[in-house]
């Protein structure tokens, strides 16, 4: 043996009893069945030592090297694009949902910042408040009407929201009453409905409907009333387009 040579190691299976005749590659032991090449490969510890001369260990680690290095970049690749991939995730914030967006409306309300509620409305939002005969449409007239209001309860008014849901994302009803100085203000308790979408990225209000408890009470004279107009309507069907 004048040259030299370098081991390669790798683990075999099955060890027991297994040893080579280094010069004729024979096997003297049927205790294993495993293949090894021409008189460079022995067995030693459980590993199959195979020897290469060092020109050939050299290329084979300089092959090795080079493909550790690949793995290595293609790794740092896949981590780079994964940890992009999840602060871009982090970024992109949920969307509120109707009742949240509710709930700062009325917020901003008692606070009086106009500007905060426009941004809440959408352009074409539709605002029904049953005292008035016509809906407001459009945020303008809608905040205009806001305005009004604030204007004329002053700035001891406040909402008070007693219930809202919050099952659907789209939608949700309020029930809510005013106080003045943290006292239960007379003949304001009401209920409110409002729809909302998302417009460029934001949901907003598109529809809102109030419904407030009136100044008078008419009691048991509303049903008479209702059942009057009934008749009439019996009477007249055409009268309903009037309506």
């Known amino acids: 043996m004048a040259s030299s040579f370098s081991c390669v190691i790798g683990p075999v299976a099955h060890t027991s009893n ?17 293949a090894l090449q021409r008189n460079r490969t022995f067995f030693s ?35 780079s694009e994964g940890v992009g991939a999840a602060a871009s995730t982090s ?41 008035f005969p016509k809906p407001f449409s459009g945020r303008q007239a809608i905040l205009e009407f806001f305005q ?6 002053g700035p001891e008014l406040e ?11 789209s939608a949700t009803g309020v029930v809510w009453h005013l106080e ?10 009401g209920c409110s409905f409002y729809r909302c979408d998302i ?10 409907r109030d419904a407030v408890e009136p100044a008078t009470k008419p009691g048991d004279f509303t049903l008479i ?7 009439l309507l019996r009477q007249f069907p055409s009268l309903a387009d009037r309506f």
């Open 91 to 131: 970024l992109v914030q949920p969307q509120k949902g109707a009742a949240e967006i509710v709930q700062e409306f009325y917020a901003a309300f008692n606070r009086r910042e106009i500007d905060t509620i426009g941004n809440l409305f959408a352009e074409d939002c539709v605002y029904e408040d049953l005292v």
């Open 180 to 189: 003045w100085r943290g006292k239960r203000f007379p003949f304001s308790k």
């Open 148 to 153: 009004k209001f604030m204007d004329s309860v």
């Open 45 to 79: 510890g459980g590993r199959i030592l195979k020897l290469q001369p060092p020109h050939q260990s050299r290329r084979s680690l300089k092959m090795a090297t080079s493909q550790i290095e690949k793995n290595v970049d293609l790794r740092g690749e896949q981590d």
């Open 159 to 169: 909402f008070r929201i007693d219930d809202i849901s919050s099952g659907d994302p």
């Open 18 to 34: 297994f040893c080579l005749d280094f010069r004729s590659s024979r096997r003297v032991s049927n205790s294993s069945n495993v």
């Open 199 to 208: 417009i460029e990225g934001q949901r907003q209000i598109i529809y809102g």
């Open 225 to 231: 009333a209702m059942k009057g107009v009934a008749a």
